[in-house]
């Protein structure tokens, strides 16, 4: 498995940054799954200086991000022949560096949404996705990841643009009883009708939503669930982009983003069905 990996100054400048918390947490499990780690440059130094992954021959180093290394980045998650495509991008990001919305940090979002990848923004989504593939490797659950999957005590935020709710709603009957295992769910507008009454179908109590609604996305939906976020009453989001069409209300979806990446210990983010599917699937298998 190849996974791209850069993080934003912040996020490696010394050793209580983010980027060394993941670390501490999930080298194990790295050396486990056998994970080749593709670091842009300043990254890659910071963790050999830090002392992090010593002697381990799948961290590869990439060039500075001024010298092109997040560029190359983004064309190895869309592929460049079978020795150089990557399977995701860890991209641990500081909301307010500006480097974090240059055009080759938006498009390796992009690039990862539009290939079903995972696209990994936050120290608790790289825990995360670390534990879902130790789970589908078949090893034994980490209980250093417990926190993650005490789902009764959360609360799961559902979104899918126009195009997505389908593939949404699809996700949801497949994984209900997963879903269902949350303390509570929240969705903006009409996703979360829909979910309601997807729930409802299958025997949910009528007079009680399986989702609390929001409003619609151009109306503020993603605002308001960001403020659930930023206040630690949102721990994991499930946001189904569309990334072929052009959004009125981008600035309310990036204020989403950038709140899941302000709050970077506390809140999962995933972005694509493929990759909510591989969750459900390794949460279930965790739970047996």
């Not at 590869?60 to 983004?74: A, I, N, Q, S, T």
């Not at 120290?123 to 670390?130: G, K, L, N, Q």
């Not at 949102?234 to 072929?244: K, L, N, V, W």
Request: glycine share 8%; with cysteine.
């Amino acid at each position: 498995m190849r996974i791209g990996l850069a993080a934003n100054r912040l996020h490696h400048h010394d050793a209580r940054a983010a980027l060394f918390r993941w670390l501490r947490s999930s080298e194990a499990g790295l050396r486990e799954l056998g994970v080749s780690l593709h670091a842009v440059g300043r990254t890659h130094d910071a963790i050999e200086r830090q002392g992090f992954l010593t002697g381990y021959a799948g961290l590869h180093r990439y060039p500075y991000g001024r010298e092109g290394g997040l560029m190359k980045l983004v064309a190895e998650v869309v592929g460049m022949g079978p020795d150089r495509t990557l399977d995701g991008a860890i991209y641990l990001i500081d909301p307010v560096d500006p480097s974090s919305v240059f055009p080759e940090a938006t498009a390796l979002k992009r690039q990862c949404v539009i290939h079903g990848k995972p696209f990994i923004s936050t120290v608790a989504t790289a825990r995360d996705w670390v534990e879902v593939e130790r789970v589908h490797a078949g090893l034994a659950a980490d209980a250093g990841a417990d926190d993650l999957h005490a789902f009764e005590g959360q609360t799961l935020a559902l979104i899918a643009h126009d195009a997505m709710k389908p593939a949404m709603l699809a996700f949801a009957d497949e994984h209900f009883d997963v879903l269902a295992r949350f303390g509570e769910r929240v969705a903006t507008g009409t996703t979360g009708q829909r979910l309601n009454e997807l729930a409802w179908s299958r025997g949910w109590p009528r007079d009680t939503p399986w989702v609390t609604r929001y409003q619609s996305g151009p109306m503020g939906g993603e605002a308001q669930i960001a403020d659930r976020v930023l206040e630690g009453r949102c721990q994991r989001a499930i946001f189904f982009e569309d990334p072929h069409v052009a959004r009125q209300h981008e600035a309310d979806i990036q204020l989403l983003e950038r709140a899941v990446t302000t709050v970077t210990d506390q809140a999962v983010c995933i972005t694509a069905p493929r990759v909510a599917a591989r969750w459900a699937a390794a949460a279930a298998l965790r739970a047996r």
